[in-house]
């Protein structure tokens, strides 16, 4: 079955400092891939995504994510943080099942130290 | 565009009463989705839409009912609600383009008691 792995619940990161959010998938097809970003009390708006062709791919607020067909990863970077960065973060994968879908990871709380 | 708009924001339900949530785009999208979301258990689909008048279940539909009479709307009913439903919920809407990209609502903040 089709599912997204987020290892890691909580981090805690210093403004300033980089940031790496693992994403592990389990998919028999191309997967397409997301990474959306959830602000406290508000809705998920989406980072960037992966379809196909460049396995780096850049999505806003200065963030990226690397696919790596032969680990079944997606992980989201970004070289500094910003305290405005904290939020949660949720990984997904697009399927066909009935319609177009999405799974979605656990999420990960980002928290930065001033 | 507002995008997608739901209401209430927020709700306090007796165990037992019945409501709806509101779901509206205007975005001209086919395919709705309504979440529930969890702490640490990421989102679960409830039950989703590829066009007016067509739902059909999600993973977690105990408990919940949709229509879909019009592209842009998409309420949820929840019948005889339960603490177990207390929750956050989103509705999320996506073109039908295979593009998979969804775009979400604010959210609706639940308590059952």
């Known amino acids: 079955a089709q599912s997204v792995t987020q290892p890691d619940i909580h981090i805690t990161v210093s403004e300033g400092a980089s940031l790496e959010l693992r994403c592990n998938y389990s998919y028999g097809a191309t997967p397409y891939l997301f990474w959306y970003v959830q602000s406290p009390g508000q809705g998920l708006q989406l980072l960037l995504k992966y379809f196909s062709g460049d396995t780096l791919v850049q999505g806003i607020k200065g963030f990226e994510a690397e696919f790596k067909r032969s680990q079944s990863s997606f992980n989201l970077r970004k070289p500094s943080v910003h305290w405005s960065d904290a939020a949660e973060y949720f990984c997904?994968?697009?399927?066909?099942?009935?319609?177009?879908?999405?799974?979605f990871g656990q999420g990960t709380r980002l928290t930065i130290n001033p | 565009n507002a995008g997608v708009t739901q209401t209430p924001k927020f709700r306090i339900l007796k165990i037992g009463q019945s409501m709806t949530l509101q779901c509206t785009q205007d975005m001209n999208h086919n395919y709705m989705y309504w979440y529930r979301q969890d702490p640490g258990m990421g989102l679960k689909l409830i039950y989703y839409?590829?066009?007016?008048?067509?739902?059909d279940k999600g993973e977690v539909p105990n408990g919940y009912n949709v229509s879909r009479s019009t592209t842009e709307d998409f309420p949820l009913r929840l019948e005889l609600a339960a603490p177990s439903q207390t929750s956050v919920y989103f509705c999320?809407?996506?073109?039908?383009?295979?593009?998979?990209?969804?775009?979400f609502g604010p959210g609706t903040r639940l308590t059952v008691t």
């Open positions: 839409s590829v066009g007016a008048g067509i739902t």
């Open positions: 999320a809407s996506s073109p039908a383009s295979l593009s998979y990209e969804q775009y």
């Open positions: 997904a994968v697009g399927i066909i099942q009935g319609a177009q879908k999405l799974v």
